[in-house]
């Protein structure tokens, strides 16, 4: 069978959105506290600083933990990896439901936290595995749909549940979703053996090394440390930010949902268009203005109509941009080396989301407004679109650069 017929074959499908739900697992799981950062503080009265480690530990651990998932994917192949990640992700929700300490739900979070990077870094990989060059935009971001979907049930969700159930209730219903997109994933998932067939497979340290000699993916790394540190930052302190504007928990909640549903809707439509039109830079520049002109005032108005349409426009243009980056690395990277560069491009990320996520509250001070914290935001946007528009170059016509 020829490779082009490998790569048409129906069941890409199926194992994609086996993808899809896991990831959604993995995000949902990481944002279930996100809006319940006053609540979690009341309950067990710790400080501000001990809640977001319910949120930081996973940026953390993905800086750790993310070359060596990115490694053993090009080693021992994506669907072994994204099992691990799930099933490590699995037994550590059913941790949380005994939240009779916070410890307890530290110790359930960090658990979550170590399967994290072994579920998402896998994407890349098994886009290239079982999609043509002209389709790997459109299903990586059918992929990121799944973790933003995951991600609008986490915010979403979880206040509501939380306040007619009670937190262990609310903890144990995710266990359950958990362990069951877990099995779909074990069940439906193989390798496309065929294509895999075709590439020569190697991994380490000199790899690694290679790869970050590559001028364009130095730049693409930058752009996803900052570009995705200022998306965890406004993640992890919304509720705080938009608090002194009066809105509650589950306004910030539903806000959140909105930008994570224009997310999902942006991240089929713009990578779509990117296939179409056979150019990456000019969507992801696009990306990255958006988020410049909307960031500043989601965070600072208090209608809240006017804040579920920003964040469903914030969403729609910016969270694309992720799609965008994860199919340029594989792009210049290539398939036998997508596993190590996704991995790379990855701890950017999660590098930029923990400097992002620290400083801003550092910045901010003892301010009652968040205003320096989203002035903060916007100098790595500026950043972020200038590398864009300056320094990276187009992927999608040579392939690796």
């Known amino acids: 069978m020829s490779q082009e017929n490998t790569f048409n074959k129906p069941y890409r499908w199926v194992v994609l959105m086996a993808y899809f739900g896991v990831a959604a697992m993995s995000q949902m799981l990481w944002l279930n506290f996100a809006p319940l950062v006053s609540f979690v503080q009341q309950k067990y009265n710790v400080s501000e600083l001990m809640v977001s480690s319910l949120l930081l530990s996973f940026p953390l651990l993905y800086v750790i933990l993310s070359l060596h998932s990115g490694t053993l994917i090009d080693k021992k192949g994506y669907r072994y990896v994204i099992i691990l990640g799930s099933v490590i992700s699995s037994i550590f929700a059913c941790v949380r439901i005994f939240d009779n300490s916070f410890y307890v739900l530290l110790i359930g979070q960090t658990g979550i936290a170590i399967g994290q990077p072994y579920i998402i ?12 060059k002209e389709q790997t935009a459109m299903a990586t971001g059918i992929g990121t749909a799944g973790m933003l979907i995951g991600m609008a049930i986490g915010m979403g969700v979880t206040p509501a549940l939380n306040e007619s159930m009670g937190l ?60 995705l ?46 296939d179409k039109f056979k150019v990456r830079k000019p969507f992801l520049a696009m990306c990255c203005l958006a988020a410049l002109a909307i960031i500043y005032p989601l965070c600072s108005m208090s209608s809240l109509n006017t804040l579920y349409i920003l964040g469903g426009l914030l969403g729609f243009f910016f969270l694309p941009g992720y799609a965008l980056l994860l199919s340029m690395c594989e792009e210049m990277a290539g398939n036998e080396k997508a596993g190590s560069a996704t991995g790379i491009l990855m701890l950017a990320a999660n590098a930029g989301a923990v400097i992002v996520i620290i400083l801003m509250p550092v910045v901010n001070g003892d301010a009652p407004i968040w205003t320096n914290a989203i002035y903060l935001m916007l100098v790595f946007m500026v950043i972020t679109l200038a590398l864009v528009v300056g320094k990276l170059k187009e992927t999608f016509v040579s392939g690796k650069q």
């Not at 000699?213 to 570009?227: E, G, P, R, W």
């Open 121 to 132: 870094n896998g994407i890349s990989k098994l886009v290239s595995d079982w999609f043509d």
């Open 229 to 274: 540190g200022v998306f965890n930052g406004l993640t992890t302190w919304m509720e705080p930010i938009m608090k002194p504007n009066g809105i509650n928990a589950e306004e910030v909640g539903l806000v959140g949902a909105f930008l994570i549903i224009g997310g999902i809707v942006g991240s089929i439509i713009i990578p779509s268009l990117s």
């Open 168 to 227: 262990s209730e609310t903890m144990m219903v995710f266990a359950g979703i958990s362990i069951a997109l877990t099995l779909l994933f074990i069940f439906l998932c193989k390798e496309n053996n065929l294509s895999k067939a075709t590439v020569a497979v190697t991994s380490g340290m000199n790899e690694i090394k290679e790869l970050l000699k590559n001028k364009n993916l130095m730049t693409l790394f930058i752009i996803s440390f900052c570009a």
